[in-house]
C-alpha cells in the first residue's frame, strides 16, 4: 500500500518509474560504462603523475643548475680548510720532534679554556 503511495508521489512529480529489474541491456550498459570510467580514470592519473615529475625534475634540474657555483665555492673552501689542518697538525708534529728525531715532552696549553 505504502510502495503505491510512493510511485503515485513520483509520477505527480514527474519522475518515471521503472517497474521489474534492470534488463539484460542496461546491466551490460553499466558495467562497460564502468570499465571506461575505470580506464579513463587509470589515464588520466597517469597522465598527472607524468605531469608532476615532468616539472620535478625540471625544477630540481634548474635549482642544481643555478647553484653550481655556489657548490664549487663550499668545496674549494672545504679544501683549503682541510689543507690549513693538515699544516697545522705537520706544524705541530715538527715541533715535537728534536735534531735526533726523538720526540720530547711537550705540554700544550689550551688559550681558549675557561680559568
Keep these: 500500500m505504502q510502495f503505491d503511495k510512493q510511485q503515485e508521489r513520483l509520477r505527480q512529480n514527474g519522475a518515471t ?15 562497460v560504462i564502468g ?11 597517469l597522465v ?7 616539472a620535478g625534475i625540471a625544477i630540481g634540474g634548474f635549482i642544481w643548475w643555478k647553484t653550481r657555483n655556489l657548490r664549487k665555492q663550499l668545496r674549494e673552501q672545504a ?3 682541510q689543507q690549513m689542518h693538515e699544516q697545522e697538525v705537520h706544524g705541530r708534529a715538527s ?7 726523538e720526540i720530547e ?6 688559550e681558549n679554556r675557561q680559568k
Design 17 to 31: 518509474v521503472r517497474p521489474g529489474p534492470p534488463s539484460l541491456m542496461a546491466k551490460v550498459l553499466t558495467v
Design 35 to 45: 570499465v571506461a570510467l575505470l580506464v579513463v580514470g587509470f589515464a588520466v592519473s
Design 48 to 54: 598527472m603523475l607524468a605531469v608532476v615529475l615532468g
Design 79 to 81: 679544501m683549503r680548510a
Design 95 to 101: 715541533q715535537r720532534t728534536n735534531i735526533d728525531g
Design 105 to 110: 715532552d711537550v705540554e700544550f696549553h689550551d
